[in-house]
């Protein structure tokens, strides 16, 4: 990341935002439970990172913090998705959604990112839709579906690293 915001300003025309990892700290019991309950590698990656802020790569990419993932997963975020599901990186098409996810994240533009329940791998990236209950459903009047944006959450970090690197 030092890479990234050395020259920032000269090549953009603007100083950064305060883009930062924050280290891990001690979960509640009740989070880290919760947490795990919803996927290990979650639960993992909280051992080693409290939150990921990156406001100045592409729109924003954002990693909750545990305290606002197990808030998702009590009601404050959507916990599971429904409709139809775009093209997948590499080609595929995935047809229609309806199962269980755990929002950890969002970029600048409105979307939530989200971990299937059902496979325990799947990070999908929700456009702004609409919320019913705790049921997401992207918005009919929008042209961006659901889309599977890395197989796994380690794939998704990849995916982070990779964005981070192409930013001028």
């Known amino acids: 990341m030092d890479s990234h915001l050395r020259g920032f300003e000269a090549r953009v025309g603007y100083p950064p935002d305060c883009n ?13 439970l919760e947490i795990a309950a919803a996927s290990a590698d979650l639960a993992l ?10 406001p100045d790569v592409g729109p924003g990419l954002f990693v909750h913090s545990a ?5 998702g997963l009590r009601g404050d975020l959507p916990t ?8 997948t990186p590499d080609g595929a098409r995935n047809g229609t959604l309806d199962h269980p996810v755990v929002v950890f994240g969002s970029d600048g533009g409105g979307a939530l990112f989200a971990l299937s329940r059902g496979d325990g791998a799947t990070v999908y990236r929700l456009p702004v839709g609409r919320v019913d209950g705790q049921t997401y ?30 930013q001028p």
């Open 45 to 54: 990656l909280y051992c080693h990172l409290s939150h990921l802020s990156l």
């Open 80 to 87: 599971r998705i429904e409709g139809a599901v775009g093209d």
């Open 137 to 166: 459903r992207p918005a009919p009047s929008t042209s961006t579906p659901t889309e599977v944006l890395a197989p796994s959450l380690q794939a998704f970090l990849t995916y982070v690293e990779d964005q981070l690197r192409q």
């Open 67 to 71: 305290q606002q993932t197990v808030a």
């Open 20 to 32: 930062s990892v924050g280290p891990a700290r001690k979960l509640e019991e009740t989070e880290r």
